[in-house]
């Protein structure tokens, strides 16, 4: 069974960093593209980053840009987002997601999705 499940979520106040995990189990992820989802109480899910099966091609929304950092280790099978400089506004459940095409984890579109690991920064 595939799955992805997220970790290193946590409480933090502004201007601080967390690093987030996403660990894909049950079959490998090296061939697809990977990225991370957020969604804040009351809004809707928003595209946070994305990147290419091998690396090469990373892509953030603006908000993040120069803040956040995404990644990934095919050996392992995970992918990651270091957020630095975290802001109240970055409060959300944030979700990894993995699918075949780049573009279509952008659109929010993949086929696999972790549970969400809760990312609270407070003022």
């Known amino acids: 069974q595939a799955q992805l499940v997220e970790s290193g979520g946590g409480l933090v106040q502004a201007g601080g960093s967390l690093r987030l995990s996403c660990a894909a189990s049950g079959r490998t992820f090296s061939s697809y593209a990977m990225g991370w989802f957020r969604q804040a109480p009351g809004k809707e899910r928003e595209f946070v980053a994305a990147?290419?099966?091998?690396?090469?091609?990373?892509h953030y929304t603006d908000s993040v840009k120069g803040r956040f950092t995404i990644s990934r280790d095919n050996a392992k099978n995970a992918v990651y987002l270091q957020m630095n400089s975290l802001k109240p506004e970055d409060t959300a459940v944030y979700s990894c997601?993995?699918?075949?095409?780049?573009?279509?984890?952008?659109?929010?579109?993949?086929?696999?999705w972790g549970q969400g690991t809760q990312v609270t920064v407070s003022s």
């Open positions: 990147i290419s099966w091998s690396g090469e091609t990373t």
């Open positions: 997601a993995a699918t075949w095409a780049l573009e279509s984890v952008v659109a929010g579109t993949s086929v696999y």
